[in-house]
Structures are given as C-alpha cells and as structure tokens.
C-alpha cells in the first residue's frame, strides 16, 4: 500500500479537464513539495510537475498542479489522446530519517 | 542533453545479489544539488524509490530495502551502483536510474534512464 493514496483510474473525454488527486500526511505532502510524472505505456516516467506546479521546459500548460494542506492535484485540460498515460504523486517524507514516496499511480483513459 | 543508462545482468537466481550501473553521459555526476537515484517498478504496478547517493557518498535508502541495498558512486567513470542483496522474485522489476533534485522540502527526478527488466528466477 503506498503512502501517498491516488485514485487507481480516472477518465475523460477529448476537450475535457480531468483532475487526479493526491493525499498525504502532515510528514510528506504537509512539510515538502510535491511533483508528478506521466508515464506513457512501455517507457520511463516523466517529470510533469515538480515544485507542487512548476512545469519543466517542453510540458503543455495545459498540465498544472496545485496543493493544499496534506494532498495536491494533477490537472489536464483540453484533454488529447496522447494524455492516456498513468499518473504518478511523489514527494519526500520526512519520517524515518527522510525518503521518497510515491502515490500508487492513476491510470488516464481518454474516452 | 543528460542521458544515463542502466546496464547488469537482466536474470538473477533468488537469494544472490543484484548488481547494476547507472552510466550517466552529457554532464557530470558530480553537480551540485543533484543526488543520483535508484527506483523500480514491478511488472503492472507502481514506482517504488529505492535510494539516492550524491557525489561524495551521502546516501538516502527506502527504510523497507536499507537492510539489502547498497548505493556507490564512481566519479571518474560518471557512473554509479546498485547492489541489492538477497533477493526473491518480489524483486523482479523494471529498475531505472534518475538524477535526482534535492534540497530542503523539493525533490523530484528528472530525466530518467529507459530502465532495465531484472528477473529473478532459478
């Protein structure tokens, strides 16, 4: 079970704006920033987002992020095709002496 | 453009020691604020951190593996190690190398290598 809890799948239509939700604890998402990757089927993840909602050089805008408290969300608008992928929360957690954690990932279906 | 690649045996037999080699190329493992990471991702399903080193040797491992996994740098060849010790089949995976940004409070990964199956099976 992770520690950052995503939903498992989330939906959409061409032209929609679809959000993906990540939820922490005060130790991770409530004390550091937060970032998200795209993995697209059969390659490496991606940065999409890092700094709660910087957007690295090359990233759409229509990619945003945003975080409140102990959770952060993903946002795509103008949904395409190509956005099928599935999404990953991370951040560091500072209990036991400080580490990574990620979300366990949300998979995109563009219908 | 920075580009590291994952490179090690893609089978290994339960209870012996996995060992890769992340070749990092088009920049140097020795840049300040980056550490060099380790995370995999088991067949369908999701990212697990394993550790990240910096260039002079400070280390960071995921609490669940610290007993089994061991994270080196080598500066003058741009590379850096994995070995992870004992292993069974719940350590098959996709492994893959990142440089890793890491300050107070911000961390993230960022580019990845292309990632490596490793197998474990008898």
């Known amino acids: 079970q992770s520690v950052l809890t995503q939903p498992p799948s989330a939906s959409g239509t061409p032209g929609q704006r679809v959000t993906i939700s990540c939820s922490g604890s005060?130790?991770?998402?409530?004390?550091?920033?937060v970032n998200w990757y795209q993995q697209l089927p059969g390659t490496a993840p991606k940065l999409l987002i890092y700094?709660?909602?910087q957007r690295p050089s090359g990233v759409p805008d229509r990619f945003s992020g945003s975080k409140s408290g102990t959770s952060a969300s993903l946002a795509i608008s103008g949904l395409q095709s190509e956005d099928e992928a599935d999404y990953y929360c991370?951040?560091?957690?500072?209990?036991?002496?400080?580490?990574?954690?990620f979300g366990g990932g949300t998979k995109l279906t563009v219908l | 453009q920075l580009q590291l690649q994952e490179s090690g045996p893609g089978l290994v037999k339960p209870s012996e020691t996995l060992s890769l080699t992340c070749t990092v190329s088009?920049?140097?493992?020795?840049?300040?604020?980056?550490?060099w990471g380790w995370i995999r991702q088991p067949p369908g399903k999701g990212l697990e951190w394993i550790g990240s080193?910096?260039?002079?040797?400070?280390?960071y491992y995921n609490p669940s593996l610290k007993s089994r996994v061991t994270i080196s740098v080598d500066t003058s060849k741009n590379q850096f190690s994995l070995k992870l010790s004992s292993v069974t089949a719940a350590d098959t995976a996709v492994y893959y190398c990142?440089?890793?940004?890491?300050?107070?409070?911000?961390?993230?990964?960022?580019?990845w290598g292309q990632g490596t199956l490793v197998t474990v099976s008898s």
């Open positions: 700094s709660n909602n």
């Open positions: 005060s130790s991770n998402i409530g004390s550091n920033t």
């Open positions: 080193i910096y260039y002079s040797g400070s280390t």
């Open positions: 990142a440089r890793h940004y890491f300050t107070i409070r911000d961390t993230w990964f960022d580019p």
């Open positions: 991370a951040a560091w957690d500072d209990s036991l002496n400080g580490h990574v954690v």
């Open positions: 088009g920049g140097s493992i020795s840049s300040s604020s980056y550490y």
